[in-house]
T-cell receptor, first 114, second 111 residues
Framework: DTGVSQDPRHKITKRGQNVTFRCDPI?????LYWYRQTLGQGPEFLTY????????KSRLLSDRFSAERPKGSFSTLEIQRTEQGDSAMYLC????????????FGDGTRLSIL | KQEVTQIPAALSVPEGENLVLNCSFT??????LQWFRQDPGKGLTSLLL?????REQTSGRLNASLDKSSGRSTLYIAASQPGDSATYLC??????????FGKGTHLIIQP
């Protein structure tokens, strides 16, 4: 069990640029979640994958956001035309395929928009 | 819609004290409740998971209780240490809608 891995740890970019983050879940975990956390707040749910299927999206996930999980393994979260308000920590979590199972989080990707 | 509230929002105490962190939630139809700690700039570290059918879980100096009927959970930290300084979170959920978090309790243990 190597844990949930996220890359990069930090990303600094100019407003209007596109960014992509990667998450590698724990290998046997079917469920994968993305969350966003702004300063002083708890994480907020963005989207959920069960294997390769994206089954739920929060209204926070605007049209500029897209997430994929090809082959049900790693996942990517892309933000197009970044805005100042996108500055946040983006967290990925994974769990086994039961709703009562614990979620395991990665260390997150901190995005700063200049 | 589930809402999670944590009290106090911040707490600063001398080393060695026993502490109680409180968590309340509005929807008692939960699968489980998970207590996490978050160090500055880091991800979330799972501390304890209480299933909806359980009342209590213990790990070392930590003890968490769950009362679904009243929508409350408490995290008890015994003999606090400076290394316990962190933000503590108690989300519920875990299905397709993910976890619902409050703002957490920011804990500082003074040496």
């Amino acid at each position: 069990d190597t844990g949930v891995s996220q890359d990069p740890r930090h990303k600094i970019t100019k407003r209007g640029q596109n960014v992509t983050f990667r998450c590698d879940p724990i290998s046997e975990h079917n469920r994968l979640y993305w969350y966003r956390q702004t300063l002083g707040q708890g994480p907020e749910f963005l989207t959920y994958f069960q294997n390769e299927a994206q089954l739920e999206k929060s209204r926070l996930l605007s049209d500029r956001f897209s997430a994929e999980r090809p082959k049900g393994s790693f996942s990517t979260l892309e933000i197009q035309r970044t805005e100042q308000g996108d500055s946040a920590m983006y967290l990925c979590a994974s769990s086994l395929d039961y709703s009562n199972q614990p979620q395991h989080f990665g260390d997150g990707t901190r995005l700063s928009i200049l | 819609k589930q809402e999670v509230t944590q009290i106090p929002a911040a707490l600063s105490v001398p080393e060695g004290e026993n502490l109680v962190l409180n968590c309340s939630f509005t929807d008692s139809a939960i699968y489980n409740l998970q207590w996490f700690r978050q160090d500055p700039g880091k991800g979330l570290t799972s501390l304890l998971l209480i299933q909806s059918s359980q009342r209590e879980q213990t790990s070392g100096r930590l003890n968490a209780s769950l009362d679904k009927s009243s929508g409350r959970s408490t995290l008890y930290i015994a003999a606090s240490q400076p290394g316990d300084s962190a933000t503590y979170l108690c989300p519920t959920g875990g299905g397709a809608d993910g976890l619902t978090f409050g703002k957490g309790t920011h804990l500082i243990i003074q040496p």
